[in-house]
C-alpha cells in the first residue's frame, strides 16, 4: 500500500497560508508574513507539500557555506587545503500540526539530500558543487535533525544563539 500522494509546489501569492499552524509562532509567521517577500529577495525559495489540497508541510531552501575546523574536516574524512565548503541550507522546515508524525518533515529532508546530490551529479552541465546540507535548528527539533544524521558543527561561527547549527554531508562515502 502506498503512501497519499504528495505535490510539491513553490510558493506562490495563489495559496492560502492561514489554516497552516505547526505549533510554532515563529515558523508559522515566516510562511504567512516572509516567505513570498524572501523569494522576491533572492535569500530563500520556499516549496509547499500539499497532500488533498491542503498544506501539510513547508520547507524554504538557500545557499550557505561552512567552516570546518581540521578535526571537522579528518571527520568527514576530507583532504583539502580548504576550510570553507559550499552547502545548501535549510532556512525552514515545518509540519502542520494535524499531519506531524506522518513522515513528512522526513520526505522534506530526503527531497532536499537529493536536491543537493542532484546539484553535484556528474552528468549535469548546469551543476554546482553543494557539500553539505546545514540548518540552524531550534534546540527543540536539534535532536529530530540528529535522528537524521546531522552532527553539530564546531565552528559555526552562529551568533545566535537561540538555534544549533547543524551539517548533514551530502556526499556518500566510498569505503
Known amino acids: 500500500m502506498s503512501g497519499p500522494e504528495i505535490q510539491l509546489v513553490r510558493l506562490s501569492s495563489d495559496y ?8 510554532d509562532q515563529d515558523l508559522n509567521e515566516f510562511l504567512v508574513d516572509d516567505a513570498l517577500r524572501y523569494q522576491g529577495l533572492f535569500l530563500a525559495n520556499t516549496t509547499l507539500m500539499i497532500v488533498d489540497e491542503r498544506i501539510v508541510a513547508y520547507f524554504s531552501l538557500s545557499s550557505d557555506a561552512i567552516q570546518l575546523s581540521p578535526d571537522e574536516k ?9 576550510s570553507s565548503f559550499p552547502a545548501l541550507k535549510i532556512a525552514r522546515l515545518a509540519t502542520d500540526k494535524n499531519s506531524q508524525g506522518n513522515g513528512f518533515g522526513k520526505t522534506a529532508l530526503k527531497f532536499c539530500i537529493g536536491l543537493a546530490r542532484h546539484l553535484n551529479d556528474e552528468h549535469r552541465h548546469d551543476g554546482i558543487g553543494c557539500r553539505f546540507i546545514t540548518v540552524d535548528a531550534y534546540p527543540s527539533s536539534a535532536g529530530w535533525y ?12 552562529n551568533k545566535n544563539r537561540d538555534t544549533v547549527s547543524l551539517r548533514l554531508d551530502a556526499m556518500p562515502y566510498e569505503d
Open 146 to 157: 540528529a535522528s537524521q544524521g546531522f552532527i553539530r558543527n564546531e565552528k559555526a561561527g
Open 16 to 23: 492560502d497560508l492561514a489554516s497552516f499552524d505547526c505549533g
Open 74 to 82: 579528518d571527520e568527514e574524512r576530507i583532504k583539502t587545503p580548504f
